[in-house]
């Protein structure tokens, strides 16, 4: 069951677009949990120049196999150009934690 499971990171420019996002994730099961992280700032640099802008991270709790599914909600619904879609394995984890993740991920 070890990395059968994936934490996705995405930003998005505003706490609603973030929601939005979030909400149709976890409608279509796609996703078990969403973790919004308050505003920060990203420090970039995009086109040769250096960018600073203030931007919601999501964290998101899913089975590896629903990665495509993922990706595609995120670029469908995105405003930037280029977004972040970063996917990391899971390790370890509670197993109790990691089976509701199985059950909420269909």
């Known amino acids: 069951m070890m990395n059968d499971h994936i934490i996705v990171l995405t930003t998005l ?9 979030a909400q149709e ?3 279509s099961q796609v996703a078990a949990c969403i973790n919004i992280m308050p505003r920060m700032r990203s420090i970039y640099t995009w086109k040769g120049k250096i960018e600073e802008g203030g931007e919601h991270l ?9 990665y495509s ?38």
């Open 13 to 21: 420019p505003d706490e609603t677009m973030a929601r939005n996002l």
């Open 69 to 106: 599914a993922i990706e595609q909600a995120i670029r469908a619904q995105h405003p930037y150009e280029l977004p972040e879609i970063i996917a990391t394995p899971i390790s370890h984890g509670l197993p109790e934690y990691l089976n509701w993740i199985d059950e909420n991920s269909q």
């Open 58 to 66: 999501l964290m998101i709790k899913t089975r590896a196999e629903r």
């Open 25 to 27: 994730l976890i409608k």
